[in-house]
């Protein structure tokens, strides 16, 4: 029972059960943005609330092309959601947290051997020159 409480509570578990849950949220948001937003605005410009009538009927067999279409649309309005709404806003902040200054260099050239050399030392572990005092 043990183990199975630390595998419960390590972190990636934990992480992935907060991603679920915060994309069903998300895809709750995203839903009522299609059919709230998005399909008013195709039935506007097309004329029709959804594609789902357009079909064609081939030697009996009806092919359903409208479904396709309303899925491609709402995968597009998805991905777009996701995109402007997750993605750009995540790049554009790790963007900001890389502009961070680079640490200072903890190794030098030796003026003698031009060997590697640590920062504070005061003499080269190569040639044995003296060097300057940084």
């Given at each position: 029972m043990?183990?199975?409480?630390?595998?419960l509570l390590?972190?990636?578990?934990v992480?992935?059960a907060?991603g679920?849950?915060i994309?069903?949220?998300?895809?709750?948001?995203?839903t009522?943005l299609?059919?709230?937003?998005?399909?008013?605005?195709?039935?506007?410009?097309?004329?029709?609330?959804?594609?789902?009538?357009?079909g064609?009927t081939?030697?009996?067999?009806?092919?359903?092309?409208?479904?396709?279409?309303?899925?491609?649309?709402s995968?597009?309005?998805?991905a777009?959601?996701?995109?402007?709404?997750v993605?750009?806003?995540?790049?554009?902040?790790t963007a900001?947290?890389?502009?961070?200054v680079?640490?200072?260099?903890?190794?030098?050239?030796?003026?003698?051997?031009?060997?590697?050399?640590?920062?504070?030392?005061?003499?080269?572990?190569?040639?044995?020159?003296?060097?300057?005092?940084?």
């Amino acid at each position: 029972m043990g183990e199975f409480k630390k595998f419960l509570l390590r972190g990636n578990v934990v992480d992935l059960a907060v991603g679920v849950i915060i994309g069903l949220a998300f895809g709750a948001v995203v839903t009522a943005l299609v059919e709230g937003i998005f399909t008013p605005l195709i039935a506007a410009v097309v004329g029709e609330p959804d594609f789902s009538a357009i079909g064609v009927t081939i030697n009996g067999s009806r092919l359903e092309i409208g479904r396709f279409l309303n899925a491609v649309v709402s995968f597009l309005s998805v991905a777009a959601a996701v995109f402007f709404l997750v993605v750009k806003p995540v790049n554009h902040l790790t963007a900001r947290a890389r502009t961070e200054v680079p640490a200072e260099p903890t190794l030098r050239k030796c003026p003698e051997c031009l060997m590697d050399v640590p920062r504070a030392a005061r003499r080269c572990a190569h040639c044995t020159s003296v060097l300057a005092a940084v």
